[in-house]
């Protein structure tokens, strides 16, 4: 597998297939990342990160509509779930990935 910075191009073709809903969700996720403020943190908040999450679910929801199966049934829940569950299968790969 090709990294981003071999080749140039990848990154031209993935910016061109992105949907605007795609791009939507990404966006949500950066203002939220760049509008967090010092009490987000306090007291053992735990708001701010289920924000991301949900973000973060539904930028993965919507590239799977993208990309795959536009009329697909799967909650938010069930996309970050699918993630957790490959990042453990591949754990060693993730991790030793240069």
Known sequence: MESLTENPYSSKIILTIIAVVVKLAL????????????????????????????????LLLNIRKDLYSKKTNLKRSEMLEFMINDIKKHQNRISNYK
Do not use: G, R, W
């Open 27 to 58: 966006d949500a996720i950066m203002q939220a990342f760049f509008n967090v403020k010092p009490e987000d943190f306090e007291n053992d908040n735990k708001e701010y990160a289920v924000i991301m999450l949900t973000h973060l679910s539904d």
